[in-house]
């Protein structure tokens, strides 16, 4: 599989003032996660739309980048269009929206996404073959609901683990047919053989800052919905979420492999971030209990809480599903349907031990406020966590 590291478009020149030593402090460095919702129905059609500086959307989800200005970005749902990095950065990023700052990367990252990938079986047992439910990650042409990483500092060789096998995470909690006594069985043989853990992709990006080294952990794992009592979503969506939690653990992280053939996680005492539409709720909505937990409680993993005002008013003033939640509303991250499964927690950014956090926020504007309209934007909202690295 080929993935395209991007040139540097931009120079970004910043004066420097000294600063004695005693008082010298660190920078703090903004990583962040946004889904976009900037995938399209037909292949190509993003980067038509990105032709323009007009697209009222692309306008709105850059505002949102530019009033939060992450100097380490994913994007998910970003349909894999290695053409459309560039016209975004260039006809929305680089263009003040609505008074704001325009905000400059001259580094990032796009490959391949599983979704779309046709896998030539019937996954979802509808007598058909081919359907974008058929696809090694629901989509309807490949690439849809892909993903980018934009980052103000280098990016180096990145690994990416889009054809890791399901059936090979030892233990993996593969969807079970509850028709028959077998255990693990919704899936034959044939197709686990073939069948990939990764909804979209796992990647490992490497960001340069300074002399430092930060692993920028990405991924979008399925929805846990839109199955049957197999649960075959809501398990798989387990399992991406673990395969993190594996990876930066030196102890459990043997038996993965990347697309090149390397085997083996983060060596130890690694700096990383996780981030990404986990798609998983600690104590509300549909995913399997424990799964986003995997990460939180992981040993060398810092659950920084990103907060916001926005997310409480909203959960009060929408009322239905919110009305019954365990949840804190002031975490949520997404703006869901009001009937089910309400708004929750379903985007993470979250640095390791070793990165010191100074802040953390969600992007959530109150109502009436100045940026207000912004909430329109995606169903998400933008979520940032600031570390000293």
């Not at 030593?21 to 292949?43: D, G, I, K």
């Amino acid at each position: 599989m080929k993935s395209l590291l991007l040139a540097p478009v931009l120079a970004l020149v910043a004066g420097a003032v000294a600063v004695p030593p005693a008082q010298a402090r660190p920078e703090p460095v903004r990583f962040a996660t946004y889904n976009a919702s900037l995938n399209r129905a037909a292949a190509g059609q993003l980067v038509a739309d990105l032709s323009t500086p007009d697209n009222p959307q692309a306008r709105e989800i850059a505002e949102v980048v530019q009033r939060t200005r992450p100097d380490v970005l994913l994007i998910n749902e970003f349909d894999h269009a290695p053409e459309a990095v560039d016209l975004f950065r260039r006809n929305y990023l680089e263009r003040g929206q609505n008074g704001a700052a325009p905000i400059h990367y001259p580094h990032a990252f796009i490959a391949p996404s599983n979704t779309g990938v046709p896998s030539g079986f019937d996954l979802n047992r509808d007598g058909r073959t081919g359907t974008a439910d058929d696809a090694f990650g629901f989509g309807f042409f490949p690439g849809q609901y892909g993903m980018l990483v934009l980052s103000k500092y280098p990016i180096g060789p990145a690994r990416t683990f889009q054809e890791f096998r399901w059936a090979d995470m030892p233990g993996a909690m593969l969807p079970d047919d509850p028709a028959t006594a077998a255990p693990g069985d919704w899936y034959s043989p044939e197709i686990l053989a073939e069948f990939r853990l990764s909804s979209k992709s796992h990647w490992d990006v490497p960001v340069r800052i300074g002399r430092d080294t930060v692993h920028f952990l990405v991924s979008h794992p399925t929805p846990p919905v839109f199955d049957g009592p197999e649960d075959r979503n809501g398990a798989r969506n387990h399992d991406e979420i673990r395969f993190w939690a594996d990876y930066v653990h030196p102890g459990r992280s043997r038996y993965i492999y990347d697309d090149s053939g390397r085997r083996g996680g983060l060596k130890p005492g690694a700096r990383f971030v996780v981030a990404g539409d986990q798609n998983s709720d600690e104590v509300d909505g549909d995913s399997v209990p424990g799964a986003i937990q995997q990460l939180l409680t992981a040993p060398r993993v810092t659950d920084v809480r990103p907060s916001s005002a926005g997310g409480v008013e909203a959960a009060s003033r929408q009322g239905g599903a919110n009305l019954t939640h365990l949840g804190d509303p002031r975490y949520d991250t997404g703006d869901f349907n009001d009937t089910a499964p309400g708004n929750l927690r379903a985007d993470y950014v979250l640095p390791s031990r070793g990165l010191r956090p100074l802040g953390a926020g969600v992007f959530w504007p109150l109502p009436g406020s100045e940026h207000d309209r912004l909430n329109d934007a995606t169903d998400h909202k933008l979520v940032w966590v600031d570390v000293a690295v």
